[in-house]
């Protein structure tokens, strides 16, 4: 059962990511998509498998998307929240955006398929500039196989100069200034 499942949902994972890239939204108006997941699939307190989604729009207009499944759990959970960010936030983002070393940062490159692992981690983001949409991020698990080491080293380095980033995007769940309220949300904005 379990290697089953450390085949399937990896697959889903990574099928997750790559939808990233699809919006129902107008893309001219996103300043910035990140994807966070985590997924553990030894037995836990707690949900093992965490999914979130966050858009930021250009006037400053949040949409969070916060999936949630328990080990072995038939379905996940999905609550979607909106809010808005501060002027000075949103300067605050911007300015880690258009860091020398988020700027600089070359494309995510998706794993090879990590099947017999237990712990995945993948923190994808879509940067939504003039000229182009910059996809940065990093993909990390344990066990077997091991990642590249050319694989590895990207997304070392993609990790350490996306901390601000990930630290930012973590903290702003509790943002209680951006004014959280729940909305209904049955399609999933985040996803196609």
């Given at each position: 059962?379990?290697?089953?499942?450390?085949?399937l949902l990896p697959c889903v994972l990574l099928a997750q990511i790559a939808a990233g890239e699809a919006s129902h939204e107008?893309?001219?108006s996103v300043v910035?998509?990140?994807?966070?997941?985590?997924?553990?699939?030894?037995p836990t307190a707690g949900p093992n498998n965490v999914g979130n989604c966050l858009i930021v729009y250009a006037d400053g207009r949040l949409h969070l998307e916060l999936r949630r499944q328990e080990f072995f759990g038939d379905n996940a959970s999905l609550s979607t929240y909106e809010g808005v960010l501060?002027?000075?936030d949103l300067a605050f983002l911007r300015s880690i955006l258009d860091s020398a070393d988020v700027r600089k940062l070359p494309k995510f490159r998706l794993p090879r398929h990590p099947s017999a692992s237990d712990n995945f981690e993948s923190f994808v983001v879509d940067i939504y500039?003039?000229?182009a949409v910059q996809k940065v991020g990093y993909f990390t698990w344990e066990g077997e196989p091991k990642p590249r080491e050319d694989d590895k080293a990207a997304w070392a380095e993609q990790r350490a100069a996306l901390q601000p980033l990930v630290q930012w995007s973590r903290e702003t769940k509790s943002f209680k200034k951006a004014g959280?309220?729940?909305?209904h949300n049955a399609n999933s904005t985040c996803q196609p």
């Open positions: 059962m379990k290697s089953i499942i450390g085949l107008d893309s001219r910035l998509r990140v994807s966070d997941w985590q997924l553990n699939l030894k501060s002027n000075q500039r003039e000229e959280w309220r729940r909305v």
